[in-house]
């Protein structure tokens, strides 16, 4: 079969989509695709095309087994080619435009966490990399339960913060959007803090978390001022079905 | 001020799979498993090969999340080709072909959970294809719609139409031809 035929070409693609290509043609297909770029794109155009009619066949809730045998096969000892967790925070390009300056932080920075003496040998359960509304990396916590519920806090950008004043980080919830005080940070200095019980949860519920300048004298039980810094809350270990 | 809940959608879950979020590909799960499921019985019959291919459809999806990326289209569409490809790779391994059930071709139910944004974007490119789809004789129709949904190869088709298999492949690729040439205008 020739496969440098515009015209043949979209047919082949088209009935790939639609699945009427067969046996050792789909198979050839398939090995073609894996390199053929501009048959990539003609695939696509066709799923495009044909995906309204997925979409409205009839949703059937699957067995509960079914996402119990997923969880076990990725909690499964991972095969060495996968990347490490944090080097799977390179793909954060899907939700950040400044790609290449996060990748580069998150590899040091965690790097630097995973090798620091004394450092728990175990990932962080959650991490969180706050920017400021350009976009630029400003503040990293990476949140661990063990030995005991803890956040590393590392400052990635000088703020200045005036005498009275303090930097407070939110949770800001999953489920409600209800934003919630979760730690006070000194500006100067990367620390460890230690969360209680119900700082753990805030956490664990954060859809992100993101920080504003409020006085230091009166803790605020809602943000007064504008925010500062901004950043999704990752799970990196849950995977619960509920 | 105090913050907006974030929208959930599915490229929402995706971007933070590809972070390694494991509770995001959870909720990627609940949100769009039922209709991968839906897409999968119909074209495998058999509960066991579409459990299979679900779990193998989410494998992927977790190990290839960084690979998504909502400028080439809605991550349901990106979802669905990985699970109808994985129904193709089973039904090339087994060769098999259940009892299907040809009435299920005409059933159109909606189903439900979805945004409704995005939702009505679906309907719209719904209507389109739809109405480029009338436009064909109704074997050709026939054709493509049994061949998307229920997994039909050539060699089916013309057992079920009781025409030549060359017949069949015509139908299809005029059907394919009008098909795009209609969704440009």
């Not at chain 2, 809940?5 to 590809?18: M, V």
């Not at chain 2, 109808?84 to 009435?103: H, P, S, V």
């Not at chain 2, 089916?156 to 031809?177: D, F, M, N, V």
Request: glycine residues 6%; proline residues 5%.
């Amino acid at each position: 079969m020739r496969y440098d035929n515009p015209a043949l070409r979209d047919m082949l693609a088209g009935e790939y989509v639609l699945g009427t290509l067969r046996g050792r043609a789909r198979d050839r297909f398939q090995r073609l695709l894996a390199t053929d770029k501009r048959l990539h794109t003609l695939v696509h155009a066709w799923q495009e095309r044909f995906a309204p009619l997925a979409e409205e066949t009839r949703a059937v809730t699957p067995p509960a087994r079914v996402f119990l045998a997923i969880k076990a096969r990725i909690e499964a000892a991972p095969a060495p080619a996968e990347p490490m967790w944090w080097q799977r925070l390179g793909f954060w390009h899907a939700v950040s435009a400044s790609a290449l300056v996060l990748v580069v932080t998150l590899s040091v920075l965690l790097g630097n966490v995973m090798l620091r003496p004394g450092a728990v040998p175990a990932g962080p359960n959650y991490v969180a990399l706050l920017q400021d509304d350009a976009a630029r990396p400003a503040l990293m916590l990476t949140a661990y339960n063990k030995p005991s519920w803890h956040v590393d806090v590392e400052m990635l950008a000088e703020r200045r913060v005036e005498p009275g004043q303090t930097l407070q980080v939110w949770a800001v919830a999953r489920d409600t959007g209800a934003t919630q005080p979760l730690i006070m940070l000194a500006a100067d200095r990367a620390q460890r803090i230690a969360l209680s019980e119900a700082a753990w949860k805030l956490v664990k519920g954060a859809e992100f978390l993101i920080v504003t300048l409020e006085p230091a004298a009166s803790p605020a039980r809602e943000p007064s001022g504008p925010t500062l810094y901004r950043g999704y809350c990752v799970n990196l270990k849950g995977l619960s079905a509920s | 001020m105090s913050a907006e809940p974030a929208k959930q959608t599915l490229e929402h879950y995706l971007a933070r799979c590809a972070l390694g979020d494991r509770a995001a590909f959870a909720a990627l799960y609940r949100a769009s498993s039922a209709k991968l499921f839906g897409v999968l019985l119909r074209i495998l019959k058999q509960q066991a090969w579409a459990e299979e291919a679900l779990q193998e459809t989410y494998l992927k999806a977790w190990r290839h999340a960084s690979g998504y990326s909502p400028a080439r289209g809605a991550a349901m569409t990106w979802l669905i080709n990985i699970a109808r490809n994985q129904a193709f790779d089973i039904l090339r391994r087994t060769e098999y072909r259940a009892g299907e059930d040809l009435d299920s071709v005409t059933d159109t139910l909606f189903a439900t959970g979805v945004d409704p944004e995005a939702q009505a974007e679906t309907q719209r490119a719904l209507v389109l294809l739809q109405r480029c789809l009338e436009r064909l004789s109704v074997d050709q129709r026939q054709s493509l719609l049994l061949a998307y949904h229920e997994g039909l190869g050539p060699t089916e088709l013309a057992a079920r139409a009781q025409r030549p298999l060359a017949t069949i492949k015509t139908w299809l690729r005029r059907g394919l031809a009008q098909v795009r040439e209609c969704m440009q205008t």
